[in-house]
């Protein structure tokens, strides 16, 4: 069955590296059919669609905004001949609407596209059900890239609605320097983290990773240095009701665990000021990773976000970890965020 997914244009490479990361992690086998600026087209066997759970698997992804399964692949001028063709009493079963997406150059109306390909739809199945624009049953996406078109019926929209709501000034503990859920979100997914797994944050701050693995299930382990960071983040763990967490002071470089962790997700602090020019975060990175090499298991990964003046690979000589992708964030002139993820061998 093809899949196609919908992924934000916020940037050039992680919303891909996520969605590939959520599907290892779930053991979806998959193949990439197609692929575009924003749009990715995968093939899965029929089964793992029909099983509910698979709804959940993707709704954890940060990056993609909507899941459709295509019906039709076609040039853009033949959109209307295919949409004819296609037997529309066997997908629609409700009320319905037709949406349509740009992904290129198009210069379609697509409001008028819209309309047309409804009307053939509704002519197709008869009248029987009619267009819900408010809140349909079956959606009808359409994606329009430079002259080619993706036609299928969506499975998932996924809500961001949590992502706005848990905006970092919008719970009880704010601190500035917080991560924005959404990437905090993604940073978790890359550590490939499963359900019940426990992740662990050792620079834990206000609590933001923790509370995105908390919400798709993980045990979350959280350590700061810092007593008003420890008591803020529970306060900020317990307002999202995320029970199965752990949070205690602790310096990273002294952390020590009776077990072992599945994945960190992480921000060390950066220290910008420009007299040290980051100095002390350097060797702070250096030494946090030869600790965490004592608590994580092997074959486990860790993602962290670092400033793009400190060299990540450094730290990693004679460590076990190895870095499997990095991925760039400018936030202004004078800063890029790098995302790491590393997995120890
Ligand atoms: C950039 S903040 C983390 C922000 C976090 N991601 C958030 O969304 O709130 C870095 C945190 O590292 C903590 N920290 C600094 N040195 C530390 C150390 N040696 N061990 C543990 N935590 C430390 C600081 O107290 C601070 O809360």
Request: hydrophobic share 40%; with cysteine; aromatic share 6%.
């Amino acid at each position: 069955m093809e899949i196609a997914f919908i992924l934000s244009l916020e940037h050039e490479t992680l919303p891909l590296a996520e969605l590939k990361a959520v599907l290892k992690a779930e053991k979806v086998p998959y193949s990439i059919k197609n692929r575009f600026k924003g749009l990715i087209v995968i093939d899965i066997p029929d089964e793992y669609l029909a099983k509910d759970h698979s709804k959940n698997i993707l709704n954890r992804l940060s990056f993609t905004h909507e899941v459709f399964q295509v019906l039709l692949t076609c040039e853009e001028e033949k959109l209307t001949q295919e949409v004819q063709k296609y037997a529309w009493k066997e997908i629609i079963n409700d009320e319905f609407a037709v949406r349509i997406k740009k992904r290129g150059k198009s210069s379609t109306n697509t409001l008028e596209l819209e309309k047309k390909i409804g009307s053939i739809i509704n002519e197709q199945t008869e009248y029987k059900y009619s267009v819900n624009l408010e809140k349909p049953s079956v959606l009808i996406r359409i994606v329009l890239l430079d002259g080619k078109v993706f036609l299928g019926k969506t499975i998932l929209k996924i809500s961001k609605k949590h992502f706005y709501d848990l905006k970092p000034h919008k719970r009880p503990f704010f601190y500035p320097g917080s991560m924005s859920p959404k990437l905090a979100r993604c940073m978790v997914n890359l550590t490939m983290i499963r359900s019940k797994e426990k992740l662990l944050d050792p620079f834990c701050g206000t609590g933001g990773i923790l509370i995105e693995a908390g919400v798709i299930g993980a045990q979350v382990v959280g350590t700061d240095i810092d007593p008003k960071m420890v008591k803020g983040t529970r306060e900020n763990l317990e307002h999202c009701h995320i029970n199965n967490s752990m949070v205690f002071q602790a310096d990273v470089r002294t952390l020590k665990l009776p077990y072992k962790i599945d994945a960190v997700a992480t921000d060390p602090p950066y220290g910008i000021s420009a007299s040290t020019r980051g100095e002390e975060s350097h060797k702070l990175c250096g030494e946090a990773l030869l600790s965490l090499e004592n608590v994580i298991k092997e074959g486990g990964r860790i993602c962290m976000a670092t400033p793009h003046y400190m060299e990540i690979k450094e730290f990693l000589k004679g460590t076990k970890f190895k870095i499997i992708e990095q991925h760039h964030i400018r936030m202004h002139k004078s800063l890029t965020r790098v995302i790491s993820v590393m997995v120890k061998t």
